[in-house]
């Protein structure tokens, strides 16, 4: 169940703020309201170490999300930010060259 997951905001609050400012200013404020509620649902097993990404929910069975994805970048101040959104809601958060959350 979704709620088992924590918050992003409870694990690293300090990232919550900026994807949340990010997704403002590109006219996203649903998307923006919705990043201040990410849940950390699993961290990327890729095993890079410049890789921070995680599921904010469960991936659906099968590749690739289908309709009603889009990939969103996002002019972070600092490495690079992508979201997967499906529906107007943000699934997966791909971070690369941030630090690492705890």
């Known amino acids: 169940m979704e709620t088992e ?10 990232f919550v703020e900026e994807p949340a400012l990010l997704l403002e200013a590109e006219d996203e404020p649903e998307l923006a309201a919705g990043a201040r509620e990410l ?4 961290q990327c097993d890729c095993g890079d170490d410049f890789c921070r990404s995680f599921h904010a929910a469960p991936h659906p069975p099968g590749l690739p999300y289908g309709p009603g994805h889009r990939c ?23 971070l690369i060259d941030r630090p690492p959350l705890r």
């Open 5 to 14: 997951h924590r918050l992003v905001r409870d694990v690293r609050p300090e």
């Open 39 to 42: 849940r950390l649902v699993a």
């Open 72 to 94: 969103l970048p996002l002019p972070a101040t600092s490495g690079m930010v992508v979201l997967d959104v499906v529906d107007d809601r943000i699934m997966y958060v791909e």
